[in-house]
């Protein structure tokens, strides 16, 4: 490499080049024509052959500036016109992307200057792609952040993913409660049908996608769609490992894998503002917390224990139940007054707590009594937990000026699918009766069964 200017190099080897041919020129014309050699071997015949070799050169060194030194400015120049495309979209991102003319080169050779030319087009597609992408996620994005409540944000979602996805119909179904619905759907006549799919509920389970080519002697009835979709995706709402609900979309073509990342890219937004909308519509419906012991109050803990029961169901899972009131507190309100009673059932609750597995659900459900909801625990568990849960407040003192009280509590309890019942409410009706029989059989006692 003489100097870092690729021209001046190929002008110094073309003027060179050239002198060379001027030099041997003169031999070659002795060699192989009869030539007086007195006429050729003379300094005037070299000077004229160096001179033309040299012009050659000159020539050459024209043409290829003229050639190939076009192409390449042109190569410079589109990607000085990207390159301020590129920073203007980092300043404005909500700009189109690279689709004029001005972004591509035109293909006019089939060389590699041409394969340089189409290596840069498909860079140039690439980037559009990859804005495009952004640009759609970004508005995507936006939109959830800016929707709250559940059913608004399911329709708009929908409308966006069929959008961008470019999809003939599409559903969005969602666990609420424990249950699932369909939070919205088009091109779908029967959208409540896919709650009992199989195939939705493998997705669920494995919590993954799945890709459905349907062949083109299959199609469905009219009544499900007014249109004959080629592909059918189903993507699992995940936020943190929990699955949130499903998105169904169907296509007339086949989703290209630039859509199938897209979806991925939507769904980490969808899921964090389901999330947020699904925690807000609770808390629009409940106030959770009971204000003095700060635990979920009853109507909170017990749509809490129906979301656990139907999930117990469908996982085939076991839950546990546990019931328990204060022994005698009538006479603990009535010789010490409110404000002992209350920091008696402050206490309680503290006292409970700490004998509480993480995911547990603990609520006061009237006056001085409590419910315990306990997914996973089979009977035997419960058992060992109202045992431990009985001993532990009966351990714990509670000092009122000069004075130290002690409690104890009755508990009852009982767990699915042991105890084989058909909805939260006749667990519960089974943990009170349990309840009452530890109160008749003297106090301060478990019965789980």
């Not at 040299?54 to 990607?79: C, D, P, R, S, Y």
């Not at 003939?168 to 369909?182: F, H, N, P, R, Y």
């Not at 199609?219 to 929990?242: C, D, G």
């Not at 849960?389 to 042991?418: A, F, H, K, W």
Request: proline share 2%.
């Amino acid at each position: 490499m003489l100097t870092k200017n690729v021209f001046k190099n190929l002008a110094v080897f073309m003027l060179g080049f050239g002198a060379m041919i001027g030099i041997v020129f003169p031999f070659f014309v002795l060699l192989f024509i009869n030539v007086d050699k007195n006429i050729v071997l003379t300094p005037l015949f070299f000077s004229m052959c160096i001179a033309a070799g040299l012009l050659v050169g000159l020539f050459n060194i024209f043409l290829a500036k003229k050639i190939v030194g076009k192409k390449l400015k042109q190569l410079h120049t589109h990607m000085g016109y990207i390159e301020k495309r590129i920073n203007d979209k980092a300043a404005c991102p909500l700009k189109e992307g690279f689709e004029d003319d001005k972004c591509f080169i035109k293909l006019d050779s089939d060389d590699v200057i041409g394969d340089c030319a189409e290596a840069f087009n498909s860079l140039v597609r690439s980037l559009a792609k990859a804005f495009r992408s952004e640009a759609a996620v970004r508005n995507f994005t936006e939109m959830l952040s800016s929707k709250l409540d559940l059913d608004e944000l399911g329709a708009e979602a929908l409308d966006k993913l069929i959008e961008n996805m470019n999809a003939a119909g599409g559903a969005i179904i969602v666990d609420k409660e424990g249950e699932l619905s369909v939070l919205s759907s088009f091109g779908i006549n029967m959208p409540e049908k896919m709650i009992e799919n199989n195939i939705v509920w493998s997705v669920i389970k494995n919590r993954k996608r799945l890709v459905i080519h349907l062949p083109e002697d299959i199609s469905l009835s009219s009544a499900i769609v007014s249109y004959r979709p080629k592909t059918v995706l189903i993507e699992p709402i995940l936020y943190k490992e929990i699955v949130l609900g499903v998105v169904v979309l169907a296509t007339v073509v086949e989703f290209s894998e630039e859509m199938q990342k897209n979806i991925q890219l939507f769904g980490q937004g969808l899921a964090l503002a389901f999330k947020n909308a699904i925690t807000h519509d609770q808390l629009q419906r409940l106030a959770a917390n009971d204000p003095l012991t700060g635990i979920y109050n009853r109507r909170f803990g017990l749509s809490r224990l129906k979301e656990e029961f139907a999930r117990a169901v469908k996982t085939d899972m076991p839950l546990g139940i546990i019931m328990f009131d204060i022994d005698h507190f009538k006479n603990v309100n009535d010789t010490y007054g409110h404000l002992v009673r209350d920091r008696v059932l402050i206490s309680l609750t503290r006292a409970a707590k700490s004998t509480l597995r993480e995911g547990d659900v603990f609520l006061r459900y009237g006056g001085e009594e409590f419910l315990v909801v306990l997914p996973g625990a089979s009977m035997a568990d419960v058992k060992q937990l109202s045992e431990r849960l009985r001993r532990i407040v009966e351990d714990t003192e509670i000092q009122n000026q000069q004075q130290t009280l002690r409690i104890t509590v009755s508990v009852g309890g009982t767990s699915y699918p042991e105890r084989n019942v058909e909805d939260h409410l006749a667990l519960i009706n089974i943990a009170d009766k349990q309840l009452f029989e530890a109160k008749e059989s003297g106090r301060n006692y478990c019965v789980i069964r």
